[in-house]
């Protein structure tokens, strides 16, 4: 009875050993990986924000204009993409207005909802986002990347769809103001900022 016991305890523990490998061996082991299978080298990661239970990496791919931004878990040695959205052509709008701007919901408790974007103006030295609903505002983080300036707003405190998005010079005078609706794109309505 013991050596069947024995026998039974060592095959459960050969078993579980031999998932944890294949587990370990089956993903990507690097963002790079996980963010382009085919093609990795072709990822530039402009930064990576630690959260709480995952990261969020923002990052472009060499081979075009747009800006990317990805909620990735690491578990077992690899890397899954939980979620992530794009930015097509982002060459217009920074040229135009010397920013670009996007919303990225809270996804799956792994990151706060939140507003970010590239900086191209060399005169935009803050943004600014206002709140219409309540009148409240906050100051962005800037973050000098790897090769481009990024602006990041956690959003949680935040209420309401409707938001003024305002650059700011040095000397803290406006540079340009932009209205967005949060309302149009955000579609699962457990992962906007709170509801008005």
Known sequence: MKKMLSISVAFFVLL????????????????????????PEKINIIHEESTEHGIVVFYHKSSDTGFS????????????????????????????????????PSIKNTSPPMYYGLIQNPDIAQIKIIEQKRGMDGRTKIIEGTDSRLWLMDMSPFEGSEFQIIALSKDNKEILKRNDNLSLQVTDVNQSVKAE
Do not use: C, W
Not at 76 to 90: C, H, K, L, P, T
């Open 16 to 39: 579980l050993f031999s998932f944890l490998v294949i587990r370990y061996n089956s993903g990507p082991k690097t963002i790079k990986e996980a963010l382009s299978i085919s093609h």
């Open 69 to 104: 931004a990805a909620v990735l878990k690491e578990s077992f040695g690899n890397y899954e993409v939980i979620y992530s959205a794009a930015q097509g052509d982002i060459s217009e709008p920074l040229n135009r207005f010397g920013f670009t701007y996007m919303f990225f």
